[in-house]
């Protein structure tokens, strides 16, 4: 499988198109997946993400008392990759996290993924537990992408947590998140960019960035990156706006600045389905500009709802 950093290096400048795919709700129909992703195709994605999402905690009375049973919502990330690869003849890029793994859990889920043929991941640190303020690391787990990123690069090396022997390397070609906006948790911006440039300095390939619905952080940001000498290819992450909650949930959620402009637009609208339309008529526009700027793909969280992005990649491909 090709290296994410290669498929840009190969489009010579021209932007390639990318998606992000979360895996269905257990007992959900993987036809449904599929069938949102058909209608991408076309567009030929180099690449498609598929999150990952750590266990979630229900509470159930068992034998009159209330016990916390830990359940995953959304399992299948290695699965789906698999079947992604299979169908569609495209890279699949798991999200690899701290979250809920020890590091000798890593270390096997890394050579599965390796097993089956995957090399990219996005080293992430993941989210906190459903219900949680603050991400705590698993006992024996990493507290920070950064940890993450040394054991991959540690087995790209050929180097295993406890095997005195060297181990055959693998390749993974690495991603890591940036944020335009800064992290939620982070005191400062530069705070955060520290963390980002040790996380290139310890080997990341390329970036990711957090959704931004303004191309003013995302061009900053990259100038910012540049003029301290962090080079690698930072590909950024766009979200389709499609309903009126998400002008407070995604501030919220991911400490995001939305536009005047957009809130207006979508403050004007009657209802939900014209704020898709107005989502989907301001991402053309930043893809519009994000592309006369050079950016090298453009990467759409698609929540694995085709609609919008079909719209969107059908204007500006
Ligand atoms: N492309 C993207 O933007 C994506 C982001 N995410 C989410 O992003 C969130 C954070 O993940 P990452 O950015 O990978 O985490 P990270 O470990 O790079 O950073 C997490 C937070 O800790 C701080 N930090 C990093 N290293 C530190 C250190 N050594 N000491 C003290 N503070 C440190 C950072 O400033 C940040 O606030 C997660 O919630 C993840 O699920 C998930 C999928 C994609
Ligand atoms: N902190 C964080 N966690 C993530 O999992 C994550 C990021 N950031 N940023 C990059 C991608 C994009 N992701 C997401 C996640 C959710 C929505 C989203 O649309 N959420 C719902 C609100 C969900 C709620 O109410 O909890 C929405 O209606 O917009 C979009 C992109 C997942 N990834």
Redesign the pocket.
Known sequence: MTKITKYIEEAKGKTLFSIEIIPPVKGESIQTLMNNIEPLMEFQPPFIEV?YHREEFIEKVINGRIEKIPTRKRPGTVGICASIMNRFKVDAVP?V?CGGFTQEETEDFLFDLHYIGIDNV??????PVKGNAAFVPEKGGHA???ELLEQVVSMNQGKLLHEETESAPTNFCIG????PEK?F??PNFQ??FE?LR??VALGADYI???MFFDNQKYFDFVKKCREEGINVPIIP?LKPLATRKQLTVLPRIFHLDIPIDLVNAVNACKSDKDVKQVGIEWCIQQCKELMDFGAPILHFYTMSKSESTQKIAQAIF
Do not use: C, F, N, P
Not at 122 to 127: A, H, I, Q, S
Not at 176 to 179: C, E, F
């Open positions: 999150t999200h996290i996005l080293v992430l640190r993941g989210d920070y992408a950064s890591v998140a940036g944020y992290h948790e982070a705070v955060d963390y040790r996380k990711v960035t957090q992450g």
